[in-house]
Every structure is written in C-alpha cells, then in structure tokens.
C-alpha cells in the first residue's frame, strides 16, 4: 500500500517524523504502527519499567514526571502533537508519561522500531537530528527560566502555548484574539515554571488587568493583544 494511503488520516505527518521519509520508509515503519487513544490523566509508561514502546504523537498533550528524593512529582517536559515520546536503544524509561489532556499516538514496539532504524540508515539520522534540536530547545528554555522574571517566564509561557493550540484555538476573525484552553492546571503551570500557585495566579490577574489577556473561563484563555505580550515575555 502507498505510504500516502496508509497516513492519509494523520494530522501531523508533516510535522512528525514521517514527513521526513520516503514511500519505502514509511511503509516499513506504519508495518509496526497501531494506533493507541489515552483519557486525559491516563499514563502511557511509569518511570522504571521496561521500555516497550515508542510513538509518535498525534494529538493531545503529555507531561513528563520525575520522581524527587522526598517523592514529589515534578514536571520536567511537555509533548504535543508530532513530538516523538520514547528512547530507543533504551531499556528502561526515564520519566512517567501522563496524559493531560485526550491523547492519539502512533505506537511502534520498541525492539522491531530499532530494527527498522538499523535497516534504515537515513531513518536513523533523521530521527538522531530531531533528538538533538528537542534538547538544544529543552537547553535553551532551562536557561531563559533561570534568567527570567515572574512575569516573563508566565508571557512566554502563554505564547508558546497559544502557539502549540494555533490548530485549536479559536478565533472571531482571522486577525482576532485567539482563544484556547490550558491543559495545565495553575498548579502544574507553577512546577513547570518554577514558581508558586500563587504567583501564577497573580501573574495572570495583572495580565488581564492591564487587557493583555482575557480568563473567559477556569482555564480558558483568550489573547488579546500578543505584542504587549511578547513586551512582557522579552523585558529582560
């Protein structure tokens, strides 16, 4: 069957990693593939168990967990849609993944997915690339998080998330304040970013305030104007 056939349903191939490989590729890829549908709160893997699986992301968000030594749970990463979720050639998972909200994966088993690297060098690359630039981008939040202010890391937070619900969100007119919903509670905005529930909080009451943005509901959140935003993400 022709790999575009075999994707047609898929509302990432362009972002994901299959948008990268040939008709060959593909089909020696989606020969492993089944699709798997999480219910918000639903976890996919624990941290420490065998690693199994590896996917791609189709829709919805997840977190990553850590356990701490006193046996909190942190957050350390989200994924959304075309994120690539797993580690091959590893045997064990390194972090808890946990729906946040409904989620589609495309599922692969993680020992033939291997096998299809090694057949597929290019595969392989291309999939080795996408991993260096995912941590280059985890660098590079970890050290605007550890610069910023209050009231910038909150900014660029809602601009990153604007921008991964742009296919979501909703809005009056083309050019209009887009609204979408965060699906995150304030307290696990306050562990990603290392701030307090309420301080969140706070940060959120003065962007409404001052008309930046709108709380239309418990975790709605509308944009309306994102260059004051953007001000308030870039001040330092």
Same mark, same amino acid.
């Given at each position: 069957?022709?790999?575009?056939?075999?994707?047609?349903?898929?509302?990432?191939?362009?972002?994901?990693?299959?948008?990268?490989?040939?008709?060959?590729?593909?089909?020696?890829?989606?020969?492993?593939?089944?699709?798997?549908?999480?219910?918000?709160?639903?976890?996919?893997?624990?941290?420490?168990?065998?690693?199994?699986?590896?996917?791609?992301?189709?829709?919805?968000?997840?977190?990553?967990?850590?356990?701490?030594?006193?046996?909190?749970?942190?957050?350390?990463?989200?994924?959304?849609?075309?994120?690539?979720?797993?580690?091959?050639?590893?045997?064990?998972?390194?972090?808890?993944?946990?729906?946040?909200?409904?989620?589609?994966?495309?599922?692969?088993?993680?020992?033939?997915?291997?096998?299809?690297?090694?057949?597929?060098?290019?595969?392989?690359?291309?999939?080795?690339?996408?991993?260096?630039?995912?941590?280059?981008?985890?660098?590079?939040?970890?050290?605007?998080?550890? @610069?910023?202010?209050?009231?910038?890391?909150?900014?660029?937070?809602?601009?990153?998330?604007?921008?991964?619900?742009?296919?979501?969100?909703?809005?009056?007119?083309?050019?209009?304040?887009?609204?979408?919903?965060?699906?995150?509670?304030?307290?696990?905005?306050?562990?990603?970013?290392?701030?307090?529930?309420?301080?969140?909080?706070?940060?959120?009451?003065?962007?409404?305030?001052?008309?930046?943005?709108?709380?239309?509901?418990?975790?709605?959140?509308?944009?309306?104007? @994102?260059?004051?935003?953007?001000?308030?993400?870039?001040?330092?």
């Amino acid at each position: 069957m022709h790999a575009s056939t075999i994707c047609a349903d898929c509302g990432v191939r362009d972002q994901a990693l299959c948008g990268s490989l040939d008709d060959e590729e593909l089909t020696a890829l989606n020969r492993l593939g089944r699709r798997q549908k999480l219910a918000r709160g639903e976890t996919l893997v624990w941290a420490g168990e065998e690693a199994a699986i590896c996917a791609n992301l189709l829709s919805g968000v997840l977190k990553l967990n850590a356990a701490t030594a006193d046996g909190r749970e942190q957050i350390v990463g989200l994924l959304y849609p075309a994120d690539f979720v797993g580690r091959p050639y590893a045997k064990q998972t390194d972090f808890t993944v946990t729906a946040l909200t409904d989620a589609e994966l495309c599922v692969f088993p993680r020992g033939p997915f291997e096998q299809v690297l090694e057949d597929h060098v290019r595969m392989e690359r291309l999939l080795l690339q996408r991993t260096f630039a995912a941590l280059e981008e985890a660098r590079g939040r970890m050290l605007m998080l550890a @610069r910023q202010s209050a009231e910038e890391k909150m900014a660029g937070f809602l601009l990153d998330m604007a921008a991964r619900a742009a296919g979501n969100g909703c809005r009056a007119s083309m050019n209009g304040p887009v609204t979408f919903d965060l699906p995150l509670t304030r307290g696990q905005i306050a562990d990603v970013l290392g701030l307090t529930i309420e301080t969140v909080s706070r940060q959120l009451t003065k962007l409404k305030t001052a008309g930046i943005i709108a709380l239309p509901a418990a975790r709605a959140i509308t944009i309306r104007d @994102r260059d004051a935003l953007a001000a308030r993400a870039d001040a330092g």
